[in-house]
């Protein structure tokens, strides 16, 4: 088979080489110089360079990575080559996936066999919903600020099974706090903890290897709904510790939309029953009913898939590497850290966000008394091209910021001066 070798050159640097093996036939796509080197006493030239990167209309002030995340260029162009490359040649390019999985399992410290490609979030965590078979009476725990893409899968359970849902509400004050909260609803009947990495209303980072060692000694299935933490914080799945993590492609990884992935841990893969069977899920079955399914996680992979957006999320991930994740993280942090000190004394504003810096993540949320949600959102695009993110869950009415590392000083600047306008007119 004639197949595309581009993936075999991941890692190689700048340029994007892309040839075919047996003709010889190559295509180099010119790019904006890149990687800069980074430099301690001049942060923000290599900042600007990774923005460059980035196809953001220049009007806009882009700062809702949790809602959508920008792709930067090698993405896009990796996204769009291989889609036409395999248009060419009329094939479903399903023979990249194993490549792109060992990316994608090393950039989680994870194994080759305990990741597969889903299309999103939503998707991972219906598949460990449905798949851990509870029965009536069984009890799942989440926290009150669980994304729908997160709670509806188990609310489905409750429907369909009698599945019971308890909640607790997440402190942003005080990470031991949440691990008491949960420690306090477990009960005989406790099946599953899942709590968001980093919740999506206020951005709080949940203690999520002390609630996996809970989960463990009690021998519950402890899930994470990673959709906000997925290229926004470092870390690595198998020191982690939990049993299940899912997570969103199109958000801070900056993969193309409609990219995700569930990983669950070497040990637990056969306890999860497949939601969906199809092509690519057993090699091994006839119609008397004797199937085995295909190893590793790889099962819940199923038919016809787009290899073109598989292939661009582990494009992402050698992207985010390449800018460094420990760098990106403290990158988020100042600036974080830069807006918190921007509002903190402005009258009328309250932050939501946790103070603590265990807790705090690359989001941050704040009220301004006196003015609903969804107008400072209105006010803060329309007058000054500023995209947040409403925040109505919960009845907050507040606004969320997300800072990536598209996102410079001067936005942040922006944003504080921005919101000094509203209460100070
Ligand atoms: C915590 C959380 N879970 C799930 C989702 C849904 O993600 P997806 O659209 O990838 O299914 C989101 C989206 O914002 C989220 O914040």
């Known amino acids: 088979m004639d197949r595309l070798e581009f993936l075999r050159r991941m ?15 190559s295509t180099e796509l010119a ?14 030239a ?33 996204l769009e080559l291989t889609a036409r490359q395999l248009q060419h040649r009329i094939e479903t390019g399903h023979f990249f996936f194993e490549q792109a999985r060992g990316i994608v399992a090393e950039f989680f410290g994870a194994s080759i066999e305990e990741i597969c490609f889903a299309r999103n979030a939503t998707e991972g965590n219906s598949i460990i919903a449905a798949g851990l078979g509870l029965r009536a009476g069984d009890e799942v725990i989440l926290e009150t ?21 308890r909640a607790f509400t997440p402190d942003a004050n005080s ?43 009690k021998s519950i299935w402890f899930h994470i709904d990673g959709a906000q933490s997925a290229g926004m914080i470092p870390f690595k799945l198998q020191e982690i510790g939990c049993d299940s993590y899912a997570a969103s492609g199109h958000k801070w990884l900056g993969g193309p939309r409609e990219s995700g992935l569930l990983f669950i841990r070497q040990d637990q893969i056969d306890r999860v029953a497949p939601l969906h069977l199809g092509a690519y899920s057993s090699g091994d079955f006839d119609l008397s009913g004797h199937l085995t399914f295909t190893q590793g996680v790889r099962r819940h992979e199923y038919g ?21 994740r420990e760098r990106l993280a403290v990158r988020n942090a100042s ?15 309250t932050i939501l966000s946790p103070e603590a810096a265990e807790q705090r993540s690359a989001m941050l949320t704040f009220r301004i008394d006196g003015i609903p949600g969804a107008n400072v959102f209105h006010r803060l ?28 000083v001067a936005d942040c600047d922006r944003l504080i001066a921005a919101v000094r306008q509203i209460v100070q007119p």
């Not at 957006?309 to 390449?322: G, K, Y």
């Open 31 to 44: 790019r904006a110089a890149w990687p800069v080197a980074y430099r301690a006493d001049e942060p923000e």
């Open 46 to 78: 290599f900042w600007h360079a990774v923005r460059d990167q980035y196809a953001i209309y220049p009007p806009l002030i882009y700062l809702n990575s949790g809602g959508l995340g920008p792709s930067p260029r090698p993405v896009l162009d990796i």
């Open 145 to 165: 600020h669980a994304h729908p893409g997160g709670s509806l899968p188990w609310l489905n359970q409750a429907r369909q099974a009698g599945v019971v849902v």
């Open 304 to 324: 016809t898939r787009n290899a073109a957006t598989v292939v661009a999320l582990a494009e992402a991930t050698r992207f985010q590497s390449q800018i460094g």
């Open 175 to 217: 990470a031991a706090g949440n691990l008491e909260r949960i420690a306090a609803l477990v009960g005989p009947r406790t099946r599953v903890v899942q709590v968001s990495h980093v919740t999506a209303p206020t951005g709080i980072v949940m203690p999520v290897r002390e609630i996996a060692t809970l989960c463990r000694a």
């Open 381 to 408: 695009m329309d007058a000054h091209r500023l995209r947040c993110r409403p925040v109505n869950e919960e009845k907050l009415d507040a606004v969320r910021v997300s800072f990536h590392i598209f996102n410079t």
């Open 335 to 349: 600036l974080i850290s830069r807006l918190v000190d921007g509002l903190r004394d402005l009258p009328r504003v």
């Open 11 to 25: 890692g190689c640097g700048a340029g994007l080489m892309v040839a075919t093996r047996g003709t010889g036939q």
